[in-house]
């Protein structure tokens, strides 16, 4: 077998003497040199429909860092655009988003055969980068999951509970349903047009799972993920995916089993130690030290990065943070984290 890459080492089942490393966000507002490439493109979603500034963002932090892995440069919000939805973003305060809350709403959706001529500039993006990426660095892709989209489709912004959602999932089933369905089946296109780009990996994000408790949880947050695992590795045999049901506690559990996903990444609300007990007997994991270190650095960043990288060293691991960096973040503390994670 040729020797390959270590994030796909790591994703098939193997430990490894050295954990590989990406992080999310890792293109992003704590660099100089994005800032000057999203200058350039106007605005962030002009940066995301640009094959060549997106990619150029895409290979920032592999070029300063050298990462194991690199993840297209794009957002979860581009296929609810992509199916109707009008989305801008206000500097400072996030995603904006046209509501859907009625059937009426939900009738003005675009057919998901309809979302590639909006998406086609993203798949141009990993065309790009699965010619430019160096030979062993691994190209991740990426979408929402139904339910985190469907927050944002719902509540026309970013919501601190998922209120809005949560209410039509209450007092409107159907409709609320219907956007779930629709959104796996525009998830299972856009990633499967991804994978034929030149993704080696795809990852979930459902970054709002854990407000979704007991039987809503296996419904809306397990149920959709498994379905578009399933139709991905039917149509693309061996694709590995990476799931990321954040702050899924308990339900992370069984999770790549429940799911068929290949690795589950952990946020920072659970220990290593008891991801090693409880999640990783059942395959990869991924993460998770606490997005702060790369603002505070220091010893502690040291210390929590050597624990994570110690508690996880006995399977199968990939080491990020447990949620995006943010802005404010230190680039020498990325640094330093790399380092400590490579023993340098
Ligand atoms: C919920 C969500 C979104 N987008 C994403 C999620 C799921 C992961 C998570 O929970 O963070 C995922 C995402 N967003 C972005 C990527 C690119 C790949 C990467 O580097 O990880 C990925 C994988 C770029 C981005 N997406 C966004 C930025 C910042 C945009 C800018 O340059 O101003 C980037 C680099 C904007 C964005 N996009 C979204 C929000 C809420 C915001 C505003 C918040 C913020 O400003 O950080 C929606």
């Not at 994570?308 to 943070?321: C, D, Q, R, S, T």
Request: charged residues 20%.
């Amino acid at each position: 077998m040729p020797a390959q890459k270590t994030i796909l080492r790591a994703l098939s089942g193997e430990t490894l003497p050295t954990p590989p490393i990406w992080m999310m966000r890792q293109a992003g507002r704590y660099l100089p040199e994005y800032r000057a490439t999203r200058a350039q493109a106007g605005d962030f979603l002009s940066l995301c429909y640009n094959s060549d500034l997106a990619t150029e963002v895409t290979l920032q932090p592999i070029r300063r860092y050298g990462f194991d892995a690199a993840i297209l440069f794009a957002d979860i919000l581009l296929l609810p655009q992509a199916l109707g939805a009008d989305l801008w973003f206000v500097t400072g305060e996030g995603p904006r988003l046209s509501t859907i809350t009625d059937q009426a709403g939900f009738d003005k959706l675009k057919p998901v055969e309809d979302i590639h001529e909006t998406l086609n500039p993203i798949y141009q993006t990993v065309r790009n980068l699965a010619g430019e990426l160096p030979k062993d660095v691994t190209l991740i892709g990426f979408a929402g999951a139904p339910w985190t989209v469907a927050t944002y489709m719902i509540a026309g912004k970013g919501t601190p509970d998922q209120g809005p959602a949560h209410a039509l999932k209450a007092e409107n089933k159907p409709v609320f349903e219907a956007i779930i369905d629709r959104l796996t089946e525009g998830t299972i296109e856009y990633l499967s047009s991804q994978i034929e780009a030149g993704a080696e990996v795809v990852k979930i994000f459902d970054s709002w799972a854990g407000s979704l408790k007991g039987e809503d949880f296996d419904r809306y947050a397990l149920a959709p993920t498994k379905r578009i695992i399933a139709e991905l590795k039917a149509r693309h045999p061996g694709i590995p995916v990476i799931a990321f049901p954040r702050q899924a506690g308990d339900k992370y559990i069984g999770f790549h089993e429940n799911s068929g996903a290949d690795c589950v990444a952990v946020d920072d609300s659970v220990t290593a130690a008891w991801v090693a007990e409880h999640v990783q007997p059942d395959g990869c994991v991924q993460g998770n030290l606490k997005s702060s270190h790369m603002v505070t650095g220091g010893d502690d960043l040291v210390r929590e990065t050597r624990k994570i990288v110690e508690a996880l060293k006995n399977g199968p691991h990939i080491f990020n943070l447990g949620h995006g960096i943010t802005p404010d973040a230190d680039p020498d503390n990325v640094q330093l984290m790399i380092d400590t994670v490579r023993g340098a």
